[in-house]
């Protein structure tokens, strides 16, 4: 059973910055990171948005959506099947549920992954 558990939510100061998990287990391949991971957001009365992606096989390929550029990093641990998302500079529009997500494909920014985490919530307020 895959399972992806995301950890590192919390309240913060908007300026401040966060780091959150993403626990995945239960997927079966050959190799430790043969799946793109994603990190998605979704603030109340709004549709769920993509925020980052990386590629498999080493993360050579990554995305963000152009609000978080320059204050969001995506990264992996291939060994320990763990991802994570270092927030910087966060503001009060960030704040929202992140939800991270795993994907059998090399890479994709669309919202169709094949797993899900239950999510995290984020809330940047003084």
């Known amino acids: 059973q895959v399972q992806l558990v995301e950890s590192g939510g919390g309240l913060v100061q908007p300026g401040g910055s966060l780091r959150l998990s993403c626990a995945v287990s239960g997927l079966r391949s050959l190799r430790s990171d043969d799946y793109a991971i994603g990190w998605f957001r979704q603030a109340p009365g709004k549709e769920r948005e993509g925020v980052s992606c990386?590629?498999?096989?080493?993360?050579?390929?990554?995305y963000y959506t152009d609000s978080v550029k320059g204050r969001f990093i995506i990264s992996r641990d291939s060994a320990r099947h763990t991802a994570f998302l270092q927030m910087n500079s966060l503001k009060a529009e960030d704040t929202a549920v992140y939800y991270c997500?795993?994907?059998?494909?090399?890479?994709?920014?669309?919202?169709?992954?094949?797993?899900w985490g239950q999510g995290t919530q984020v809330t940047v307020s003084s």
């Open positions: 997500a795993a994907d059998r494909s090399d890479y994709k920014t669309s919202l169709d992954y094949d797993y």
């Open positions: 990386m590629s498999m096989n080493e993360g050579s390929t990554t």
